[in-house]
């Protein structure tokens, strides 16, 4: 059973940085590429981050661009985003996904709200 | 990257059927057969209900069926249920990076 596990969300100021985690187990960890994906409060789906199965490859969306980066740990089965350069329009409960062929697959975990706030 | 556009609302009374378009571009929906469809009840996490234009997850009742049309991509939920109102969003693969659609909330009259 395929269980994701997202941590690392809190209050920041805006400017400020915060790292997620994401806890991957029920699955090779190593053979999937793996996604972020944030919802704003009330808002609807904005997709954020993939990193390919190797990590060699990522690829972001417009909004995040030089600013956030993914990156995986196999010994600890973990996905991550370093998010920096905070705004108040990166509020939003950030959720990790285990990809398959065009496709963000789920289950998702519960998600880790990430507030930027003054 | 502009997310694709999707009817604010849609809903159909029990028994009914209901269908949700999903609009894109040449880039992302017109562009690769990996268009998905995903169910979020209030307060929990979505669900993929579709993927690849017209497949179905192990789980998923057949009365959820998918297709596409050049860049438009449609959902259809046949013989509503209670249970089957909620928000569905439909998200495309766009050639290393992904889009999902502005969302659509069903409601069961």
């Known amino acids: 059973e395929v269980q994701l596990l997202e941590s690392g969300g809190g209050l920041v100021q805006p400017g400020g940085s915060l790292r997620l985690s994401c806890a991957a187990s029920g699955f090779t960890f190593s053979s999937y590429s793996m996604h972020w994906v944030r919802q704003a409060p009330g808002k609807g789906l904005e997709w954020v981050s993939v990193?390919?199965?190797?990590?060699?490859?990522?690829y972001y969306a417009d909004s995040v661009k030089g600013r956030f980066t993914i990156s995986r740990d196999y010994s600890k089965k973990t996905l991550y985003l370093e998010m920096n350069s905070l705004r108040a329009d990166d509020t939003a409960v950030y959720y990790c996904?285990?990809?398959?062929?065009?496709?963000?697959?789920?289950?998702w975990g519960q998600g880790t709200l990430v507030t930027v706030s003054s | 990257q502009s997310a694709l556009t999707q009817p604010p609302s849609a809903s159909g009374s029990p028994g009914q059927s209901v269908t949700i378009s999903c609009t894109g571009t040449s880039s992302d929906v017109g562009g690769y057969d990996y268009v998905s469809w995903y169910q979020q009840h209030p307060g929990k996490a979505p669900k993929l209900m579709i993927y690849?234009?017209?497949k179905r997850p192990s789980g998923v009742p057949d009365r959820f069926s998918g297709s596409k049309s050049g860049n438009t991509a449609s959902l259809t939920v046949s013989g509503l249920q209670a249970e089957d109102e909620a928000d569905y969003y439909c998200?495309?693969?766009?050639?290393?990076?992904?889009?999902f659609g502005t969302g659509t909330k069903v409601t069961v009259l």
């Open positions: 690849d234009v017209s």
């Open positions: 990193i390919s199965p190797d990590g060699g490859l990522t």
């Open positions: 998200s495309s693969y766009a050639g290393s990076t992904y889009v």
């Open positions: 996904a285990k990809g398959q062929l065009g496709t963000v697959t789920t289950p």
